[in-house]
């Protein structure tokens, strides 16, 4: 069912998406549907939850520079590949204000940080980046010019774009701008479980 709907959504968008449709994709029944999601919106937002939990591959090169960079070309392969782009559009559209889809958007802003913390904790344990560096703030510090240039400025995103971003990111890390704030509720790491 996620994989069909995930596929609707893909072709019709967030407004024009019914339960109908999702279960003549899926070869199902609308009440097999309905047995496990109430409505489309509960239905939604578990796919958009599930590939946004699963969608980053997070990369162990053995140099941040080359980590960040690849962070940086998964982020913009996602959301230049058509799924990717939807569950963008669908987390930014009207379907936004409802509770499931608003917890998957800010789970996008939340998890994948905390998710590709380690990163940062590794290059800061190889002595790459200065002790204190906040995984959270490089991490949206990184996606802060691919988001720029997909939803204000409308630019193609490339590899130019991810290589741009690994940069900025890398060199604000690398100059101390990035590290754990006074009064952060702890210096570890979101995710770091320590």
Known sequence: MLT???????????????????ARRAGVHKTTIYRR????????????????????????????E??????AEAFVA?????????????IYS????????????RDLFEYGPRRAAVVIERAVA????????????VIRTLIAPIYFQLTVT???????AADQAAQIALAAARAGVLRHQ?????????????
């Open 94 to 105: 009207d379907a936004a204000r409802i509770p499931g889809i608003a917890d998957a958007r």
């Open 4 to 22: 069909a709907t995930l596929a609707e959504l893909a072709d019709v968008g967030y407004a024009a998406l019914t339960i109908d449709n999702i």
């Open 126 to 137: 190889r002595g790459e980046l200065p002790a204190g560096t906040d995984p959270a703030a």
């Open 78 to 90: 996602w959301v230049t590949d058509p799924p990717g782009r939807m569950i963008f559009s669908a």
């Open 154 to 160: 409308a630019e193609p995103l490339d590899q130019a």
């Open 37 to 64: 999601w109430p409505d489309r919106e509960t239905l939604v937002a578990d796919v958009l939850g599930e590939h946004i939990a699963t969608d980053f591959p997070i990369a162990d090169t053995g140099s941040v």
């Open 182 to 194: 006074p009064g952060d509720a702890s210096p570890e790491a979101p995710g770091s479980g320590g």
């Open 66 to 71: 080359a980590d960040l960079l690849q962070l």
